[in-house]
């Protein structure tokens, strides 16, 4: 994880999304257990609070939950939970900006799908 100490987001919400994109990726599955905040504040060199935070950001969402004893665990059903919010903020993100702009444009429906097609084919 890279921890931007200098950047305007938050170092918990980072830590947040570190954690949530090792979701997505499979590196922690469903009902895995997480590292500690105790681990991450020790190997990221910051606060035990400031990880405590960014995980209860996870707890408060309900992707991850807390075995009394053992940890912080993922919970069933976080992966697609996550890829739910994600798809509805690239919706709000990037999918109205791009109609928006492309009504300013007169840029038609077939030819936004040409232009997708046309950058998927260059990859």
Known sequence: MYLDLDGD???????????????????????SQIPSTTDISAQYKINPATA????????DK?????????G??????????LRSERK????????KTLLS???KLHITKSEIVDMIEKGSDDK
């Open 62 to 70: 309900g992707i991850i939950y807390k075995k009394r004893g053992l």
């Open 52 to 59: 405590l935070k960014g995980v209860n950001i996870l707890v």
């Open 88 to 95: 509805q903020e690239f919706f709000e993100k990037f999918v």
């Open 9 to 31: 987001k938050p170092i918990y919400v980072q830590m947040a999304e570190w954690i949530e994109e090792n979701i997505l990726s499979g590196t922690f599955p469903e009902e």
């Open 72 to 81: 912080m665990f993922v919970c069933k059903g976080a992966e697609d939970k």
């Open 101 to 103: 702009e492309a009504e």
